[in-house]
């Protein structure tokens, strides 16, 4: 079945630091990927998305480049503020069918330190 | 901008009783779902509905679940008889295009 697999956190980081977070998958077909970014106390909110193999994603400066190769999708950001603490999830969907559930990494809780 | 809404935000219950949880989906979607997040594990499935029926569920969601979409605007998830492994934050999600979904803030189910 379709899977995900996430960078074991929690990862510490200081202001302005680099941040990688990696994410390869498992799924048959052509999936979607997905990054969602939970808030401390607040629901899922996604974050950038890639359709297609070589897509990149972006936004508020995070990136992921949909890699079909390496079946990867990682998020980065070049500079990471304090408000980027969150828990970051990667997920796929896989198009085609009548189902577009999406199978969800186990999360990656990311703090930042001023 | 439209957004997923979802009530009660907190939701305290004995066990064996009968909770119903409730999501307003953005209006012009299709596709409806719900997935639960037990405290400090990863998001699951639960349940996808499109045109008034269930299109697909994960073994999570056996008899004792049950969705609904009684007016045309709510969505709404019933457990039965709750159980106590029945606690986690339940989140609601609709989609339109059956490619990005927008969950709702969810709602934190305790069971006591």
């Known amino acids: 079945g379709d899977s995900v697999t996430q960078m074991e956190g929690p990862v510490t980081l200081s202001e302005e630091a680099f941040l990688t977070i990696n994410c390869t998958y498992t799924?048959?077909?052509?999936?979607?990927l997905f990054w969602y970014v939970q808030y401390p106390g607040e629901g899922l909110q996604l974050l950038l998305k890639a359709t297609k193999a070589d897509d990149k994603g972006s936004n508020k400066g995070f990136e992921a480049t949909y890699r079909k190769e390496t079946t990867s999708f990682h998020l980065e950001k070049g500079s990471v503020q304090v408000s980027d603490s969150a828990v970051y999830f990667c997920a796929l969907s896989r198009s085609g069918g009548s189902n577009y559930k999406l199978t969800f990494g186990k999360g990656t809780l990311l703090t930042v330190n001023p | 901008e439209p957004e997923v809404t979802q009530t009660p935000s907190h939701q305290v219950t004995q066990m064996g009783q009968e909770v119903i949880l409730r999501c307003v989906p953005i209006?012009?979607?299709?596709?409806f779902y719900w997935y639960r997040q037990i405290l400090g594990q990863k998001v699951e499935f639960l349940v996808s509905f499109y045109n008034n029926e269930i299109s697909e569920k994960s073994e999570i969601f056996d008899d004792q679940f049950s969705v609904e979409r009684p007016d045309g605007s709510n969505f709404t998830l019933k457990i039965r008889s709750t159980k106590l492994e029945d606690s986690a934050m339940y989140f609601c999600a609709s989609t339109y295009t059956q490619d990005t979904q927008y969950f709702g803030p969810g709602t934190r189910l305790t069971v006591l």
């Open positions: 209006s012009n979607h299709l596709y």
């Open positions: 799924a048959t077909g052509y999936p979607s």
